[in-house]
Protein backbone atom coordinates (compact mmCIF):
# COMPACT_ATOMS: atom_id res chain seq x y z
CA UNK A 1 0.00 0.00 0.00
CA UNK A 2 1.16 3.18 -1.19
CA UNK A 3 0.46 6.26 1.44
CA UNK A 4 1.25 9.67 0.31
CA UNK A 5 1.57 12.77 2.26
CA UNK A 6 1.94 16.62 1.11
CA UNK A 7 2.74 19.34 3.10
CA UNK A 8 3.95 22.88 2.25
CA UNK A 9 0.64 24.25 1.84
CA UNK A 10 -0.48 27.79 3.76
CA UNK A 11 -1.66 31.23 3.04
CA UNK A 12 0.46 33.84 0.51
CA UNK A 13 -0.50 37.20 -1.39
CA UNK A 14 -1.08 36.91 -4.69
CA UNK A 15 1.84 37.02 -6.82
CA UNK A 16 3.77 35.12 -4.03
CA UNK A 17 5.30 31.49 -4.13
CA UNK A 18 4.74 28.58 -2.30
CA UNK A 19 6.46 24.89 -3.10
CA UNK A 20 4.57 21.60 -1.80
CA UNK A 21 6.12 18.32 -1.16
CA UNK A 22 4.57 14.64 -1.48
CA UNK A 23 6.31 12.05 0.39
CA UNK A 24 5.72 8.57 -0.71
CA UNK A 25 6.22 5.23 1.22
CA UNK A 26 7.08 2.17 -0.41
CA UNK A 27 9.87 0.97 -2.41
CA UNK A 28 8.35 1.71 -6.03
CA UNK A 29 7.68 4.94 -5.87
CA UNK A 30 10.37 5.38 -9.07
CA UNK A 31 7.82 3.40 -11.16
CA UNK A 32 4.61 5.57 -10.45
CA UNK A 33 3.12 8.62 -12.68
CA UNK A 34 2.89 11.21 -10.43
CA UNK A 35 0.04 14.23 -10.47
CA UNK A 36 -1.02 17.07 -8.07
CA UNK A 37 -4.85 17.66 -8.84
CA UNK A 38 -6.88 20.91 -6.58
CA UNK A 39 -10.23 21.30 -5.37
CA UNK A 40 -11.38 25.02 -4.23
CA UNK A 41 -14.39 25.12 -2.45
CA UNK A 42 -17.44 24.45 -3.83
CA UNK A 43 -16.36 22.90 -6.91
CA UNK A 44 -14.99 19.64 -8.41
CA UNK A 45 -11.34 18.25 -7.93
CA UNK A 46 -8.98 19.26 -10.92
CA UNK A 47 -5.90 18.17 -12.40
CA UNK A 48 -3.07 20.36 -12.08
CA UNK A 49 0.00 18.35 -13.50
CA UNK A 50 0.71 14.88 -14.32
CA UNK A 51 4.78 14.21 -14.43
CA UNK A 52 5.75 10.58 -15.85
CA UNK A 53 8.00 8.05 -13.56
CA UNK A 54 11.14 9.12 -15.11
CA UNK A 55 10.18 12.83 -15.62
CA UNK A 56 10.32 12.63 -19.03
CA UNK A 57 6.37 13.51 -19.96
CA UNK A 58 4.65 16.39 -18.02
CA UNK A 59 1.65 17.63 -18.80
CA UNK A 60 -0.09 20.84 -17.19
CA UNK A 61 -3.48 22.24 -16.76
CA UNK A 62 -3.93 25.53 -18.98
CA UNK A 63 -4.72 27.57 -15.98
CA UNK A 64 -1.03 26.74 -14.72
CA UNK A 65 1.07 26.68 -17.44
CA UNK A 66 4.19 28.78 -17.26
CA UNK A 67 3.43 29.48 -13.47
CA UNK A 68 3.97 26.01 -11.75
CA UNK A 69 6.40 23.27 -12.29
CA UNK A 70 6.24 19.71 -10.97
CA UNK A 71 9.55 17.54 -10.40
CA UNK A 72 10.07 14.77 -8.55
CA UNK A 73 13.22 13.22 -7.03
CA UNK A 74 12.75 9.30 -6.75
CA UNK A 75 16.03 8.72 -4.43
CA UNK A 76 13.94 10.73 -2.03
CA UNK A 77 10.60 9.31 -2.86
CA UNK A 78 9.31 12.96 -3.47
CA UNK A 79 7.41 15.07 -5.70
CA UNK A 80 7.14 19.27 -5.48
CA UNK A 81 5.22 21.43 -7.18
CA UNK A 82 6.71 25.04 -7.21
CA UNK A 83 3.96 27.31 -7.70
CA UNK A 84 4.95 30.89 -8.52
CA UNK A 85 2.78 34.07 -9.69
CA UNK A 86 -0.25 32.64 -7.74
CA UNK A 87 -3.46 33.96 -8.42
CA UNK A 88 -6.68 33.92 -6.10
CA UNK A 89 -8.08 31.53 -7.92
CA UNK A 90 -5.81 28.84 -6.95
CA UNK A 91 -6.49 28.65 -3.52
CA UNK A 92 -7.87 25.24 -2.97
CA UNK A 93 -6.78 22.04 -0.83
CA UNK A 94 -3.94 20.66 -3.02
CA UNK A 95 -3.89 16.99 -3.58
CA UNK A 96 -1.08 14.59 -4.60
CA UNK A 97 -1.42 11.68 -6.71
CA UNK A 98 0.12 8.45 -7.81
CA UNK A 99 -0.34 6.16 -10.77
CA UNK A 100 0.91 2.47 -11.41
CA UNK A 101 1.08 3.74 -14.85
CA UNK A 102 1.47 6.63 -16.57
CA UNK A 103 -2.52 7.61 -17.81
CA UNK A 104 -1.40 7.81 -21.12
CA UNK A 105 -4.42 10.14 -22.32
CA UNK A 106 -6.92 10.60 -19.21
CA UNK A 107 -4.00 11.47 -17.46
CA UNK A 108 -6.35 14.22 -16.13
CA UNK A 109 -9.15 12.26 -15.28
CA UNK A 110 -8.95 11.06 -11.29
CA UNK A 111 -10.05 7.37 -12.05
CA UNK A 112 -6.67 7.58 -13.64
CA UNK A 113 -4.86 7.22 -10.24
CA UNK A 114 -4.81 4.74 -7.96
CA UNK A 115 -3.14 6.62 -4.76
CA UNK A 116 -4.47 9.71 -2.65
CA UNK A 117 -2.94 11.92 -0.26
CA UNK A 118 -4.82 13.76 2.69
CA UNK A 119 -4.20 17.27 0.83
CA UNK A 120 -2.71 20.50 1.95
CA UNK A 121 -4.06 23.58 1.86
CA UNK A 122 -3.44 26.30 -0.24
CA UNK A 123 -4.86 30.54 -0.02
CA UNK A 124 -4.04 32.74 -2.00
CA UNK A 125 -5.32 36.40 -0.65
CA UNK A 126 -5.94 39.19 -3.28
Known amino acids: QVQLVESGGGLVQAGGSLRLSCAASGRTFSSYAMGWFRQAPGKEREFVVV????????YYADSVKGRFTISRDNAKNTVYLQMNSLKPEDTGVYYC???????????????????WGQGTQVTVSS
Open 97 to 115: AGANFFPGGIYYRLSAYNY
Open 51 to 58: ISSSGSRI
